[in-house]
């Protein structure tokens, strides 16, 4: 919870910053960033990622590495993410193609690209 809450409260003053003229920032990118905070703290650290863990049981992995079947758990985390960032882009009137990783090959960080 203080992860999100610390990214919500630097996020929230780099965009008072740049709406005030005192940063340049590309307002697209700004956006896909909220879109990415969004799917990633609601959709993969407060649900999904639950169920990753117990699932990924069966395939010989456990919390602390998805090597052994780390594609697998980037195309499980990626679809069952989808319902998430559609909600999210349809608040916000974009889409995006979205990719997930594992930074550091575990379940507890997760990486989401949207382009």
């Known amino acids: 919870m203080s992860n999100t809450l610390g990214t ?30 969004f799917i ?5 650290q407060a649900d999904i990622r639950q169920q990753l863990r117990k699932d990924c049981v069966t395939k010989g992995c456990n919390v602390w590495t998805l090597m052994p079947a780390e594609k697998w758990a980037e195309e499980y985390t990626c679809s069952k993410l989808l319902p998430y960032k559609n909600a999210v882009e349809k608040a916000l009137r974009k889409n995006w193609e ?6 550091w090959h575990r379940s507890f960080e997760v990486g989401i690209i949207l382009s």
């Open 8 to 37: 919500v409260i630097i996020h929230s003053i780099i965009q008072y910053f740049g709406e005030k003229g005192y940063l340049k920032l590309d307002m697209e990118e700004l956006l896909k960033l909220q879109a990415i905070f």
């Open 40 to 44: 990633e703290h609601w959709g993969y």
């Open 98 to 103: 979205m990719k997930v990783f594992f930074p």
